[in-house]
């Protein structure tokens, strides 16, 4: 009879405990010891200047929320969805897809770029407009990182729900509300501190370290003599750094190479920055990309449509695609079969010595 008594306590134990676990979910401690808060680390080598010109350091309780948000599939429509679903941690937070598949698999018309160091943007000495060094996606149009991790949230193409719909989903998991009080000092959550938690997460992200940055600081076994003889068709005779210029490889300007020309109908597929200034130059114009981390950004391009490394230097050997807008920056520049792969190699060496982070394992519920 007693035997049958304990048994029947170890079940109800058993059964509390489980309904405990669904309504409560995973203990504090075991979120914290999962997605502690980490204090802002040093820049990693090379990148020290570009990060000192951030114009915001992260928060370190708001980054913390934050990387719960940006890995979080409840935040779609249809709760398949994250921002890591586009932006993977072991692709540099790019993806190995020609243009990103969203909510429904609804496909979106551009590739989703990396999204590492975009806590300081390239400024050019010369040109300190904010404007441009800190507008967000291949054609600049949304400016200030806060406004632009909230655009994914709405597209339909992509995570497909509206700002009060996402805001209500997160109220109704009790578990994110010590940390919006960690972060905030309230328990409040509204799109702004949505916002703002997923961008200083983003902040965090950081990429340095490379075999090129080991080699610029001094140690001239870092890199390769192939990736060195690179350097100096980048650098010099290909002129490559004209555009992929300063700390992070790009200048936050726009230029028309050619790609997405439809030269038959005598269009671009996607007309780029000229939708957002109505400017005739801008035909065909996209922002010059960072190239840090590019080994783990295939496929290339804003369409994608450029597979390997070896396809985007045979595509500048040939001085990119003639178009009537074509930038006049870029021009056959006949490498040899070694000048390609030298170039190659350098590029390879711009990879970061360790991935900027992996996706948490437990989420409040
Ligand atoms: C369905 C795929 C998809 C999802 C989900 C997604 N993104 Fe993106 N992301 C993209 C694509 C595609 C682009 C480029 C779009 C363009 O240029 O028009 C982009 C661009 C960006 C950029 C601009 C980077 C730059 O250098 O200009 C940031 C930042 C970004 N995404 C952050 C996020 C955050 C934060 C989330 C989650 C809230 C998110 N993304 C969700 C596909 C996605
Ligand atoms: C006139 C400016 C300019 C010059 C010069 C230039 N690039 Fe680019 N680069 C860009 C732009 C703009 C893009 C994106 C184009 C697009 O998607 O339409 C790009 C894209 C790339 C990409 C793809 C990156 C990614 O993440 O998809 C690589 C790699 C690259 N360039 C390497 C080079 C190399 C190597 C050279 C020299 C041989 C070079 N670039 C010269 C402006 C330039």
């Given at each position: 009879m007693s035997a049958r008594i304990a048994a029947a306590a170890v079940l109800l134990t058993a059964f509390v405990l489980i309904a405990a676990g669904c309504v409560v979910g995973p203990s504090r401690t075991a979120l914290e010891r999962d997605n502690p808060v980490r204090p802002l680390t040093a820049p990693p080598l090379g990148m020290e200047e570009f990060f000192a010109e951030a114009p915001q350091q992260p928060d370190p309780a708001r980054a913390r929320l934050g990387r719960w948000l940006f890995y979080d599939a409840r935040l779609s429509a249809d709760g398949t969805v994250s921002c890591a679903t586009c932006h993977r941690p072991d692709h540099a937070f790019s993806?190995?897809?020609?243009?990103?598949?969203?909510?429904?698999?609804?496909?979106?018309?551009?590739?989703?770029?990396?999204i590492v160091n975009l806590a300081a943007r390239t400024t050019l000495v010369d040109t300190p407009e904010l404007e441009r060094s800190h507008a967000f996606f291949w054609d600049g149009r949304v400016v200030g990182l806060d406004a632009q991790v909230l655009r994914p949230l709405a597209d339909p193409t992509e995570m497909a729900m509206q700002l009060p719909a996402a805001v209500a989903r997160l109220d109704g998991i009790r578990g994110y509300r010590q940390y919006f009080r960690d972060a905030f000092g309230t328990a409040t959550i509204s799109p702004d501190r949505v916002g703002a938690a997923i961008a200083d997460y983003v902040r965090t992200l950081r990429s340095g370290g490379s075999a090129y940055d080991r080699w610029a600081a001094g140690d001239a076994s870092a890199m390769s003599v192939a990736a060195q003889r690179g350097s100096d068709i980048f650098f010099f005779r290909g002129n490559c750094a004209s555009c992929h210029?300063?700390?992070?490889f790009s200048d936050g300007r726009y230029s028309n190479?050619?790609?997405?020309?439809?030269a038959a109908a005598g269009t671009f597929r996607d007309d780029g920055r000229l939708a957002v200034t109505g400017n005739p130059a801008d035909r065909g114009r996209f922002k010059t990309p960072a190239l840090r981390d590019v080994t783990r950004h295939a496929p290339y391009m804003h369409d994608g449509s450029l597979a390997t490394l070896r396809d985007v230097v045979a595509f500048?050997?040939?001085?990119?695609?003639?178009?009537?807008?074509?930038?006049?920056?870029?021009?056959?520049?006949?490498?040899?079969?070694?000048?390609?792969?030298?170039?190659?190699?350098?590029?390879?060496?711009?990879?970061?010595?360790?991935?900027?982070?992996?996706?948490?394992?437990?989420?409040?519920?």
């Open positions: 993806e190995p897809l020609a243009v990103s598949v969203g909510v429904g698999g609804r496909t979106g018309r551009r590739k989703a770029m990396s210029a300063g700390f992070n190479l050619g790609i997405g020309w439809d500048y050997g040939r001085g990119g695609t003639p178009n009537p807008w074509r930038t006049q920056r870029l021009r056959p520049l006949g490498l040899t079969a070694q000048d390609i792969d030298d170039l190659i190699a350098f590029l390879e060496a711009l990879d970061s010595d360790r991935v900027a982070d992996v996706a948490p394992r437990v989420f409040p519920q």
